[in-house]
């Protein structure tokens, strides 16, 4: 059964969460909103975005991501820009505790990075293997996405960054979890087909597959709270994209957010909003199964997923952190072992949102057997304009 072993309210707040941890340091962001532990996550001391990212001569804007390195003692924190680049800055646990969280290296990376043109960067995403840091984020201007890997040991020295990349014409390319001596990647390239990127460590060269699965009901997200407030409208940008992916032994699990309805308009057999999985088998590279974490009576949107397959631990697991809500139920963020039931609310009372449009769930070090995760929720608020309070947490747990 899983157990929340931390659960902590940061203040300030916000949405669009994520964490990452290592001994007694850890790391949290949200949308405009950074912050950083030396003492286990049991407080945090915020740090500017906006601050780190005018040295590089831009305005930050919104999306962060946080990731710790063991190999190389290092967090990696990601930051995108109001104008389009993205910033990736690093700092090894001593560097932040000796610094208060203000010694980071930090590596601009533009559209003369990418060999692009005017573009904007969005919605960032970051894992790592033995040798390689692995950054994807979506192209505004052009379409599709980027996914890009730089060499640990560069970013170990703090040295000039050689890496490569290549263009997808999928958008939301998620990076696998703990993906060890190869770079996986999945995306939706249609309602009933992914295409799973493999980039061997030992290699330069991309190898890609298409895997068929059970069509995704890909429209009509419409869950609406106690109060009649749809929680998941248009404009909460929900779509069918994947979000989660982890790999468990040979077996690479990706996780996105359903509908009810298919694109034709008829009914899927899933009453409500759902998060579906493919489990791929990586050696003979087709679909092993495809499950569903469903309720008749609410929603669930924004799956993370994360593994720990491949480190010191009794048994492997799959982790999974996601916001559900319905009629009855405000939107909560949530956590949880796949294939242990229940999930776990990490979040309580009424609210009007599930807070932004994704959740992460990390590893934690050195124990690899727990987990780490960030949510956040927007509470109900009465007054008149209406104040927006998030209440984001930190979240470690483990089975």
């Not at 390319?173 to 061997?200: F, K, M, Y």
């Not at 709270?225 to 404009?235: Q, R």
């Not at 405000?330 to 796949?338: C, E, N, S, T």
Request: hydrophobic fraction near 40%; glycine fraction near 6%; include cysteine.
């Amino acid at each position: 059964m899983t157990d929340i072993v931390q659960n902590v309210q940061l203040t300030p707040q916000g949405l669009e969460t994520s964490a990452a941890n290592a001994f007694d340091v850890a790391m949290f962001t949200a949308n405009y909103f950074a912050a950083f532990s030396t003492d286990a996550g049991a407080t945090f001391t915020e740090i500017s975005p906006s601050g780190m990212m005018t040295l590089a001569g831009d305005t930050f804007c919104c999306d962060q991501r946080v990731e710790y390195i063991p190999s190389i003692d290092t967090f990696v924190w990601v930051l995108q820009a109001l104008e389009g680049p993205i910033m990736l800055a690093v700092a090894s646990r001593e560097e932040i505790r000796r610094s208060s969280g203000r010694a980071w290296t930090y590596y601009h990376l533009t559209n003369a990075t990418f060999r692009l043109q005017n573009d904007q960067f969005d919605y960032p995403q970051v894992s790592f293997g033995r040798s390689f840091l692995y950054l994807t984020f979506d192209l505004i201007v052009e379409g599709g996405a980027i996914v890009a890997r730089f060499p640990l040991s560069e970013l170990e020295r703090r040295a000039t960054l050689n890496g490569r990349f290549l263009k997808t014409p999928e958008s939301f390319v998620c990076p696998c979890h703990n993906t060890l001596e190869e770079g996986w990647l999945g995306a939706l390239q249609s309602d009933s087909q992914i295409r799973v990127l493999r980039w061997s460590e030992t290699s330069t060269s991309v190898n890609s597959f298409v895997v068929d699965v059970s069509t995704v009901p890909s429209t009509d997200y419409s869950t609406m709270t106690p109060d009649n407030t749809d929680w998941l409208p248009p404009t909460s940008k929900i779509q069918a994209n994947i979000t989660g992916a982890a790999r468990n032994r040979n077996h690479l699990w990706l996780a996105w957010s359903a509908g009810k309805k298919y694109a034709d308009g008829t009914t899927s057999r899933i009453p409500q909003s759902h998060v579906e999985l493919a489990i791929i088998d990586m050696a003979s590279q087709s679909l092993a199964g495809q499950r569903y974490i469903w309720n008749r009576d609410f929603a669930f949107a924004w799956p993370s997923l994360a593994g720990n397959w491949g480190w010191d631990v009794s048994e492997a697991h799959v982790a999974i952190a996601l916001s559900w809500g319905g009629p009855n139920d405000y939107p909560q963020h949530a956590v949880g072992i796949l294939g242990d039931p229940p999930l776990l609310s990490t979040t309580s009372g009424p609210t009007a949102g599930s807070g932004g449009h994704y959740n992460d769930v990390r590893m934690c070090y050195p124990d690899a057997e727990q987990f780490v995760a960030a949510g956040a929720v927007a509470p109900k608020d009465t007054s008149t304009p209406p104040v927006v309070t998030n209440r984001a947490n930190y979240v470690t747990f483990r089975r």
